[in-house]
């Protein structure tokens, strides 16, 4: 898997309630790509070539392609 960064990148704190864990969106990111409170995200756990565990999660609400494998 390639990845092409964008010149954007902030810190996002997990919190917990309860038995739920979550992390935030910076509000100007969510703005930006039209997304809205409740939308469902798909998120998917990958390493990248350094073997470093990453999280994708694709914002404009669909699935992967699994022909980027």
Do not use: P
């Amino acid at each position: 898997m390639k990845i092409k960064f964008h010149n954007m990148g902030w810190e996002s704190k997990i919190t917990q309630k309860r038995a739920t864990l979550s992390i935030s969106i910076n509000k100007l990111v969510a703005t930006g790509c039209c997304l809205e409170k409740g939308q469902l995200l798909y998120c998917y756990l990958a390493e990248d070539e350094s073997e470093r565990s990453i999280m994708v999660i694709y914002l404009d609400g669909s699935k992967r392609n699994n022909k980027l494998i």
